[in-house]
Protein backbone atom coordinates (compact mmCIF):
# COMPACT_ATOMS: atom_id res chain seq x y z
CA UNK A 1 0.00 0.00 0.00
CA UNK A 2 1.41 3.16 -0.98
CA UNK A 3 1.38 6.45 1.44
CA UNK A 4 2.62 9.58 1.00
CA UNK A 5 4.86 10.44 3.91
CA UNK A 6 4.58 14.69 3.45
CA UNK A 7 1.07 15.51 1.54
CA UNK A 8 -1.99 16.15 4.01
CA UNK A 9 -4.82 13.93 3.00
CA UNK A 10 -8.57 14.27 2.65
CA UNK A 11 -10.39 17.38 2.11
CA UNK A 12 -9.32 21.10 3.90
CA UNK A 13 -11.54 23.90 3.68
CA UNK A 14 -9.61 26.70 2.55
CA UNK A 15 -11.36 29.14 4.57
CA UNK A 16 -11.61 26.99 7.30
CA UNK A 17 -10.47 29.32 9.41
CA UNK A 18 -13.17 31.66 9.15
CA UNK A 19 -15.59 29.49 9.72
CA UNK A 20 -17.97 29.29 13.26
CA UNK A 21 -17.07 26.55 15.27
CA UNK A 22 -20.31 24.68 16.73
CA UNK A 23 -20.85 21.65 19.43
CA UNK A 24 -22.51 20.51 22.08
CA UNK A 25 -23.94 23.36 24.48
CA UNK A 26 -21.35 26.26 22.91
CA UNK A 27 -20.03 27.83 20.22
CA UNK A 28 -16.36 28.82 19.30
CA UNK A 29 -15.30 30.82 22.66
CA UNK A 30 -17.41 29.13 24.81
CA UNK A 31 -17.37 25.22 25.63
CA UNK A 32 -21.27 25.43 27.23
CA UNK A 33 -20.14 25.90 30.93
CA UNK A 34 -19.00 30.05 30.48
CA UNK A 35 -15.06 28.46 29.83
CA UNK A 36 -13.09 29.82 27.36
CA UNK A 37 -12.15 27.17 24.65
CA UNK A 38 -9.00 28.14 22.59
CA UNK A 39 -10.07 28.43 18.73
CA UNK A 40 -8.40 26.03 16.06
CA UNK A 41 -8.64 26.45 12.46
CA UNK A 42 -11.75 24.38 12.09
CA UNK A 43 -9.98 21.16 10.55
CA UNK A 44 -8.63 18.32 12.59
CA UNK A 45 -5.14 17.55 11.19
CA UNK A 46 -3.98 14.25 12.95
CA UNK A 47 -0.19 13.58 11.57
CA UNK A 48 1.34 9.95 12.73
CA UNK A 49 4.83 9.22 13.33
CA UNK A 50 4.57 4.85 12.77
CA UNK A 51 7.39 2.52 11.56
CA UNK A 52 7.57 2.62 8.04
CA UNK A 53 10.99 1.66 8.69
CA UNK A 54 13.64 0.26 11.33
CA UNK A 55 13.40 -2.70 14.23
CA UNK A 56 9.33 -2.32 14.47
CA UNK A 57 8.48 -1.64 10.41
CA UNK A 58 6.29 -4.83 10.84
CA UNK A 59 3.86 -2.99 13.25
CA UNK A 60 3.42 -0.34 10.83
CA UNK A 61 0.95 -1.40 7.96
CA UNK A 62 -1.90 -2.32 10.79
CA UNK A 63 -1.13 0.84 12.74
CA UNK A 64 -1.50 2.79 9.67
CA UNK A 65 -4.75 1.07 8.26
CA UNK A 66 -6.27 1.96 11.90
CA UNK A 67 -5.45 5.29 11.65
CA UNK A 68 -6.71 5.28 7.85
CA UNK A 69 -10.01 3.11 8.81
CA UNK A 70 -11.00 5.90 11.76
CA UNK A 71 -10.55 8.55 9.41
CA UNK A 72 -12.68 7.36 6.89
CA UNK A 73 -15.46 6.60 9.24
CA UNK A 74 -14.89 10.07 10.82
CA UNK A 75 -15.36 11.67 7.44
CA UNK A 76 -18.09 9.37 6.17
CA UNK A 77 -20.21 10.75 9.17
CA UNK A 78 -19.88 14.49 8.66
CA UNK A 79 -16.46 15.01 9.81
CA UNK A 80 -15.11 17.18 13.54
CA UNK A 81 -16.60 20.23 13.67
CA UNK A 82 -18.13 20.62 9.93
CA UNK A 83 -15.10 19.54 7.83
CA UNK A 84 -13.00 16.41 7.16
CA UNK A 85 -10.44 15.59 9.54
CA UNK A 86 -7.19 15.24 7.81
CA UNK A 87 -4.05 12.75 7.78
CA UNK A 88 -0.53 12.53 7.39
CA UNK A 89 2.01 9.95 7.82
CA UNK A 90 5.03 10.37 8.25
CA UNK A 91 8.01 7.44 9.55
CA UNK A 92 9.29 6.95 13.22
CA UNK A 93 12.45 4.79 12.06
CA UNK A 94 13.83 3.93 15.57
CA UNK A 95 16.15 4.53 18.04
CA UNK A 96 19.59 3.85 15.51
CA UNK A 97 17.99 7.42 13.52
CA UNK A 98 16.77 10.65 13.77
CA UNK A 99 13.85 10.19 11.88
CA UNK A 100 10.90 10.45 14.10
CA UNK A 101 12.35 14.16 15.48
CA UNK A 102 12.55 15.32 11.29
CA UNK A 103 9.11 14.02 11.77
CA UNK A 104 8.01 15.79 14.59
CA UNK A 105 9.19 18.82 13.04
CA UNK A 106 7.29 18.63 9.60
CA UNK A 107 4.29 17.87 11.63
CA UNK A 108 4.91 20.71 13.59
CA UNK A 109 5.39 23.01 10.82
CA UNK A 110 2.13 21.88 9.03
CA UNK A 111 -0.16 22.76 12.12
CA UNK A 112 -0.64 19.15 13.52
CA UNK A 113 -3.37 19.34 16.42
CA UNK A 114 -2.67 15.72 16.92
CA UNK A 115 0.35 13.04 16.90
CA UNK A 116 -0.59 9.19 16.54
CA UNK A 117 3.00 7.58 17.80
CA UNK A 118 5.58 6.31 18.21
CA UNK A 119 5.10 2.63 18.45
CA UNK A 120 8.35 1.94 20.44
CA UNK A 121 8.49 3.68 23.73
CA UNK A 122 12.06 4.58 23.39
CA UNK A 123 11.39 7.12 20.28
CA UNK A 124 8.59 8.10 21.86
CA UNK A 125 10.53 9.41 24.60
CA UNK A 126 12.68 10.96 22.03
CA UNK A 127 9.80 13.45 20.55
CA UNK A 128 7.46 13.54 23.53
CA UNK A 129 9.23 16.71 25.44
CA UNK A 130 9.30 18.73 21.64
CA UNK A 131 5.47 17.34 21.42
CA UNK A 132 4.92 18.94 24.76
CA UNK A 133 6.51 22.00 24.72
CA UNK A 134 4.80 22.77 21.35
CA UNK A 135 1.85 21.87 23.14
CA UNK A 136 0.70 18.98 20.57
CA UNK A 137 -1.68 16.02 21.98
CA UNK A 138 0.58 12.57 21.40
CA UNK A 139 -1.70 9.40 21.26
CA UNK A 140 0.79 5.95 21.53
CA UNK A 141 -1.14 3.32 19.93
CA UNK A 142 2.03 1.07 21.13
CA UNK A 143 3.91 2.28 24.15
CA UNK A 144 3.94 0.53 26.95
CA UNK A 145 6.41 1.19 29.17
CA UNK A 146 5.76 2.08 32.98
CA UNK A 147 7.74 4.91 32.55
CA UNK A 148 5.02 7.58 30.92
CA UNK A 149 3.27 7.28 33.61
CA UNK A 150 5.22 9.62 36.03
CA UNK A 151 7.15 11.25 33.30
CA UNK A 152 7.41 15.14 33.39
CA UNK A 153 6.76 15.44 29.43
CA UNK A 154 3.74 13.19 29.32
CA UNK A 155 1.24 16.65 29.91
CA UNK A 156 -0.07 16.06 26.44
CA UNK A 157 0.72 12.48 25.95
CA UNK A 158 -1.95 9.17 25.86
CA UNK A 159 -2.03 5.85 25.07
CA UNK A 160 -4.51 3.09 24.07
CA UNK A 161 -2.33 0.15 24.61
CA UNK A 162 -1.80 -0.92 28.25
CA UNK A 163 1.02 -0.45 30.70
CA UNK A 164 3.28 -3.20 30.61
CA UNK A 165 2.95 -3.05 34.32
CA UNK A 166 0.05 -5.79 32.89
CA UNK A 167 1.64 -7.34 30.52
CA UNK A 168 4.20 -8.17 32.78
CA UNK A 169 1.55 -9.67 35.08
CA UNK A 170 0.17 -11.51 32.45
CA UNK A 171 3.00 -13.15 31.18
CA UNK A 172 4.34 -14.33 34.51
CA UNK A 173 1.32 -16.12 35.12
CA UNK A 174 1.08 -17.95 32.21
CA UNK A 175 5.15 -18.81 32.48
CA UNK A 176 4.48 -20.16 36.17
CA UNK A 177 1.24 -22.09 35.39
CA UNK A 178 2.95 -23.77 32.47
CA UNK A 179 5.16 -25.13 34.92
CA UNK A 180 8.62 -23.33 35.23
CA UNK A 181 10.21 -22.19 37.93
CA UNK A 182 13.74 -21.03 37.06
CA UNK A 183 13.45 -18.01 34.68
CA UNK A 184 16.27 -16.32 32.20
CA UNK A 185 15.16 -13.26 31.01
CA UNK A 186 17.09 -11.53 27.67
CA UNK A 187 15.72 -7.98 27.13
CA UNK A 188 16.93 -5.03 24.95
CA UNK A 189 18.79 -1.71 26.42
CA UNK A 190 15.89 0.93 26.48
CA UNK A 191 12.82 1.79 28.04
CA UNK A 192 10.73 -0.55 26.94
CA UNK A 193 12.88 -4.00 26.80
CA UNK A 194 14.34 -3.06 30.96
CA UNK A 195 10.70 -1.91 31.51
CA UNK A 196 9.06 -4.74 30.98
CA UNK A 197 11.93 -7.43 32.08
CA UNK A 198 11.45 -5.65 35.63
CA UNK A 199 7.62 -6.25 35.42
CA UNK A 200 8.16 -9.84 34.61
CA UNK A 201 11.28 -10.66 37.30
CA UNK A 202 8.73 -8.86 40.03
CA UNK A 203 5.43 -10.93 39.06
CA UNK A 204 7.46 -14.56 38.59
CA UNK A 205 8.91 -14.08 42.09
CA UNK A 206 5.94 -13.21 43.76
CA UNK A 207 4.56 -15.72 42.06
CA UNK A 208 7.15 -17.79 44.21
CA UNK A 209 9.44 -18.57 41.14
CA UNK A 210 13.19 -17.31 40.63
CA UNK A 211 15.02 -15.03 37.65
CA UNK A 212 17.88 -17.32 37.48
CA UNK A 213 19.18 -14.29 34.25
CA UNK A 214 18.39 -11.48 33.53
CA UNK A 215 20.46 -9.74 30.76
CA UNK A 216 20.21 -6.58 29.25
CA UNK A 217 21.55 -6.55 25.97
CA UNK A 218 22.47 -4.08 23.00
CA UNK A 219 20.40 -4.70 20.16
CA UNK A 220 22.80 -3.32 17.85
CA UNK A 221 24.93 -6.15 18.42
CA UNK A 222 25.94 -7.73 15.27
CA UNK A 223 25.47 -11.22 17.13
CA UNK A 224 24.73 -12.74 20.76
CA UNK A 225 27.29 -15.35 21.28
CA UNK A 226 27.83 -13.63 25.00
CA UNK A 227 24.32 -13.63 25.97
CA UNK A 228 23.41 -17.53 24.22
CA UNK A 229 26.30 -18.34 27.03
CA UNK A 230 24.62 -17.23 29.94
CA UNK A 231 21.57 -18.35 28.75
CA UNK A 232 23.01 -21.87 28.66
CA UNK A 233 24.96 -21.31 32.23
CA UNK A 234 21.72 -19.77 33.53
CA UNK A 235 20.33 -23.72 34.13
CA UNK A 236 16.98 -22.01 33.47
CA UNK A 237 13.38 -23.55 32.25
CA UNK A 238 12.14 -20.92 30.60
CA UNK A 239 13.52 -18.16 28.30
CA UNK A 240 11.82 -14.67 28.06
CA UNK A 241 12.54 -12.88 24.86
CA UNK A 242 12.16 -9.03 25.21
CA UNK A 243 13.31 -8.22 21.84
CA UNK A 244 12.35 -6.58 18.56
CA UNK A 245 13.35 -7.64 15.10
CA UNK A 246 16.85 -8.85 16.15
CA UNK A 247 15.18 -11.99 17.51
CA UNK A 248 15.81 -13.39 13.51
CA UNK A 249 19.64 -13.22 14.57
CA UNK A 250 18.97 -13.98 18.27
CA UNK A 251 16.65 -16.89 18.03
CA UNK A 252 18.75 -18.95 15.23
CA UNK A 253 22.12 -18.71 17.43
CA UNK A 254 20.18 -19.83 20.54
CA UNK A 255 18.53 -22.94 18.52
CA UNK A 256 21.91 -23.98 17.26
CA UNK A 257 23.31 -23.84 20.45
CA UNK A 258 20.56 -26.62 22.07
CA UNK A 259 18.90 -23.35 23.99
CA UNK A 260 15.58 -23.27 21.54
CA UNK A 261 11.76 -23.80 22.30
CA UNK A 262 12.37 -27.43 22.43
CA UNK A 263 14.48 -27.98 25.09
CA UNK A 264 13.39 -24.69 26.75
CA UNK A 265 10.03 -22.38 27.43
CA UNK A 266 10.34 -20.02 25.24
CA UNK A 267 8.15 -16.63 25.49
CA UNK A 268 8.01 -13.54 23.07
CA UNK A 269 6.11 -10.23 24.15
CA UNK A 270 4.85 -7.71 21.83
CA UNK A 271 7.74 -6.25 20.43
CA UNK A 272 9.01 -9.45 18.25
CA UNK A 273 5.43 -11.18 18.40
CA UNK A 274 4.91 -11.64 14.43
CA UNK A 275 4.26 -14.50 11.74
CA UNK A 276 7.67 -15.02 10.86
CA UNK A 277 6.81 -18.02 8.42
CA UNK A 278 10.03 -18.79 6.21
CA UNK A 279 11.73 -16.00 7.32
CA UNK A 280 13.38 -18.36 10.11
CA UNK A 281 14.27 -22.06 9.65
CA UNK A 282 11.32 -24.21 9.33
CA UNK A 283 9.69 -25.17 12.82
CA UNK A 284 12.06 -22.96 14.88
CA UNK A 285 9.54 -21.27 16.92
CA UNK A 286 7.16 -24.39 17.10
CA UNK A 287 5.96 -24.63 21.27
CA UNK A 288 7.29 -20.92 21.57
CA UNK A 289 4.24 -18.96 23.03
CA UNK A 290 4.00 -14.85 23.55
CA UNK A 291 1.56 -12.24 25.00
CA UNK A 292 0.98 -8.77 23.60
CA UNK A 293 -1.78 -6.03 24.19
CA UNK A 294 -4.92 -7.57 22.28
CA UNK A 295 -8.45 -7.87 22.57
CA UNK A 296 -11.12 -9.94 20.31
CA UNK A 297 -11.66 -7.79 17.54
CA UNK A 298 -14.09 -10.14 15.65
CA UNK A 299 -13.80 -10.75 12.08
CA UNK A 300 -15.81 -7.46 11.07
CA UNK A 301 -13.21 -4.89 12.28
CA UNK A 302 -10.59 -6.75 10.30
CA UNK A 303 -12.23 -7.08 7.04
CA UNK A 304 -12.64 -3.75 7.36
CA UNK A 305 -9.07 -3.20 7.52
CA UNK A 306 -8.48 -5.57 4.84
CA UNK A 307 -10.52 -2.76 2.58
CA UNK A 308 -8.18 -0.40 3.47
CA UNK A 309 -5.10 -2.60 3.43
CA UNK A 310 -5.68 -5.74 1.59
CA UNK A 311 -1.96 -7.02 2.50
CA UNK A 312 -2.34 -6.74 5.75
CA UNK A 313 -1.08 -10.28 7.29
CA UNK A 314 -1.18 -8.59 11.11
CA UNK A 315 -3.34 -6.74 13.02
CA UNK A 316 -1.15 -6.16 16.18
CA UNK A 317 -2.06 -2.72 17.28
CA UNK A 318 -4.31 -1.83 14.31
CA UNK A 319 -7.32 -1.50 16.77
CA UNK A 320 -5.39 0.87 19.31
CA UNK A 321 -4.39 3.15 16.29
CA UNK A 322 -8.16 3.24 15.29
CA UNK A 323 -9.32 3.93 18.74
CA UNK A 324 -6.36 6.92 19.12
CA UNK A 325 -7.96 8.68 16.16
CA UNK A 326 -11.53 8.18 17.02
CA UNK A 327 -10.90 9.35 20.33
CA UNK A 328 -8.97 12.42 19.16
CA UNK A 329 -11.91 13.70 16.98
CA UNK A 330 -14.39 12.87 19.64
CA UNK A 331 -12.55 15.25 21.88
CA UNK A 332 -12.22 17.42 19.84
CA UNK A 333 -16.30 17.62 18.96
CA UNK A 334 -16.99 17.52 22.63
CA UNK A 335 -14.22 20.77 23.20
CA UNK A 336 -15.98 22.42 19.94
CA UNK A 337 -12.51 23.50 18.66
CA UNK A 338 -9.25 21.29 16.96
CA UNK A 339 -7.16 23.21 19.23
CA UNK A 340 -4.49 20.94 20.77
CA UNK A 341 -5.58 22.51 24.58
CA UNK A 342 -9.39 22.64 23.60
CA UNK A 343 -8.86 19.05 22.73
CA UNK A 344 -6.75 18.22 26.04
CA UNK A 345 -9.62 19.19 28.16
CA UNK A 346 -11.98 16.71 26.23
CA UNK A 347 -9.62 13.82 26.24
CA UNK A 348 -10.17 11.50 29.15
CA UNK A 349 -13.39 12.64 29.83
CA UNK A 350 -14.83 11.31 26.38
CA UNK A 351 -13.24 7.45 27.55
CA UNK A 352 -15.29 7.21 30.98
CA UNK A 353 -18.47 8.41 32.98
CA UNK A 354 -20.92 8.83 30.06
CA UNK A 355 -23.54 7.33 28.07
CA UNK A 356 -22.12 4.17 26.42
CA UNK A 357 -21.39 4.45 22.75
CA UNK A 358 -19.04 2.12 20.52
CA UNK A 359 -18.68 4.47 16.82
CA UNK A 360 -17.68 7.85 16.01
CA UNK A 361 -21.03 8.38 14.24
CA UNK A 362 -23.12 7.33 17.37
CA UNK A 363 -21.04 9.00 19.98
CA UNK A 364 -21.35 12.13 17.62
CA UNK A 365 -25.11 11.91 17.60
CA UNK A 366 -25.09 12.01 21.39
CA UNK A 367 -22.71 14.92 21.60
CA UNK A 368 -24.73 16.83 19.52
CA UNK A 369 -27.65 16.31 21.68
CA UNK A 370 -26.30 17.20 24.77
CA UNK A 371 -24.92 14.28 26.61
CA UNK A 372 -21.54 13.20 28.03
CA UNK A 373 -20.29 10.52 26.09
CA UNK A 374 -18.21 7.14 27.34
CA UNK A 375 -16.55 5.81 24.16
CA UNK A 376 -15.91 2.17 24.37
CA UNK A 377 -13.35 1.34 22.01
CA UNK A 378 -12.37 -1.57 19.20
CA UNK A 379 -9.18 -2.50 21.54
CA UNK A 380 -11.56 -2.25 24.63
CA UNK A 381 -13.26 0.19 26.90
CA UNK A 382 -10.12 2.54 27.13
CA UNK A 383 -11.22 4.43 30.30
CA UNK A 384 -7.89 6.55 30.52
CA UNK A 385 -6.96 7.68 34.20
CA UNK A 386 -6.45 10.97 34.74
CA UNK A 387 -2.80 10.05 33.52
CA UNK A 388 -3.59 9.20 30.37
CA UNK A 389 -3.20 5.43 31.02
CA UNK A 390 -5.88 2.37 30.39
CA UNK A 391 -7.09 1.72 33.89
CA UNK A 392 -8.07 -1.89 32.66
CA UNK A 393 -6.28 -3.82 29.82
CA UNK A 394 -6.38 -6.80 27.82
CA UNK A 395 -3.39 -9.70 27.07
CA UNK A 396 -3.72 -11.89 24.46
CA UNK A 397 -1.81 -15.15 24.75
CA UNK A 398 -0.59 -17.36 21.48
CA UNK A 399 1.40 -20.18 20.96
CA UNK A 400 3.52 -20.62 17.52
CA UNK A 401 2.77 -23.75 15.56
CA UNK A 402 5.26 -25.57 13.25
CA UNK A 403 5.10 -23.07 10.12
CA UNK A 404 6.86 -20.31 12.67
CA UNK A 405 3.27 -18.39 12.83
CA UNK A 406 1.15 -17.75 16.04
CA UNK A 407 -2.57 -18.32 17.07
CA UNK A 408 -3.91 -17.09 20.06
CA UNK A 409 -4.92 -19.03 22.77
CA UNK A 410 -7.06 -16.25 24.83
CA UNK A 411 -7.19 -13.12 26.26
CA UNK A 412 -6.10 -12.03 30.09
CA UNK A 413 -7.32 -8.82 31.33
CA UNK A 414 -5.81 -6.81 34.24
CA UNK A 415 -5.89 -3.60 35.75
CA UNK A 416 -3.21 -1.55 37.04
Known amino acids: MTRSRFAWRGIAVAAAASLALTACGGSNGDNGNGDEVPEGDGVLRIGTILPQTGTLAFLGPPEFAGVDLAAQEINEAGGVLGNDVVISHKDSGDTSTDVANQSADAHISEGADVIIGAASSAVSFNIMAKLNSNEIIQISPANTSPAFTTDPDAAYYYRTAPSDV ?197 CKALLEDGADIDYDGVSGPIEWTEDGDISVGSIGVYEYGADNNYEVLGYREGSL
Open 166 to 362: IQGRVLADEIIADGHSSVAILALQDSYGTGLADEVEKNIEGAGGEVVMKQIYDPQAAEFSAEVGEVGASDADALVLITFEELTNLGPQLSEAGYGPSELGWYLVDGNLSNYGDSLPEGMLEEAKGTKPAVDTGDDFQERLLKINPELGDFTYAAESYDAAIIAALAAEAAGSDHPNAIKTEMVNVTRDGEKCTTFAD
